[in-house]
C-alpha cells in the first residue's frame, strides 16, 4: 500500500458469524489494518461477500482492475504466519507496476472461513 498508496484502495473484509454479537470482528487485526493508508475495513456479516467473491479462507486476497476484472486471486503470505517477501506478494506488485497481466492465482495458507456443514454446501473441500 505503501508504494502504491494513493493509486488504489483495498477493502479489508472481517467476516463476522451470524451468531457472533457486535463487534465480536474488531480484534487487533481490525485495529492494524485500520492503521494502513488506502484499506477501508469492513464488516461481512455472515460472510456474505466473502462467499460471493468465493472467499473462503481467511487471508485470501482479490486484486481487480478498474474495469472489474480479477487479476489475482490468492494469498499474500509464503506459509501460514509467514511475513515478508514471497510469490504472492511479488505477483500483485507486478501487476500494479504493470509488469505481469493477470489473472494470477497462488496458494493461499490461513483457516477457512465457514463450518464443514457450510463448506461442504458451497462445495468446498479441506485445505490449509
Not at 492494524?32 to 473462503?56: H, N, S, W
Request: proline share 3%; aromatic share 10%.
Amino acid at each position: 500500500m505503501q508504494r502504491f498508496g494513493g493509486r488504489m484502495t483495498a477493502y479489508v473484509l472481517f467476516v463476522r458469524p451470524r451468531e457472533a454479537p457486535d463487534g465480536w470482528e474488531r480484534s487487533d487485526s481490525w485495529r492494524f489494518a485500520q492503521t494502513i493508508p488506502g484499506v477501508v475495513t469492513l464488516v461481512d456479516r455472515d460472510g456474505v461477500e466473502a462467499k460471493r467473491l468465493r472467499g473462503y479462507t481467511s487471508g485470501q486476497t482479490f486484486l481487480y482492475d478498474t474495469a472489474g476484472h480479477l487479476l489475482y486471486n490468492g494469498g499474500l503470505t509464503g506459509a501460514r504466519g509467514h511475513e515478508g517477501d514471497n510469490v504472492g506478494r511479488r505477483a500483485i506488485l507486478a501487476l500494479l507496476s504493470g509488469e505481469a497481466r493477470g489473472p494470477l492465482v497462488h496458494n493461499v495458507f490461513g483457516c477457512l472461513l465457514f463450518d464443514a456443514d457450510e463448506n461442504a454446501r458451497l462445495g468446498i473441500g479441506e485445505r490449509s
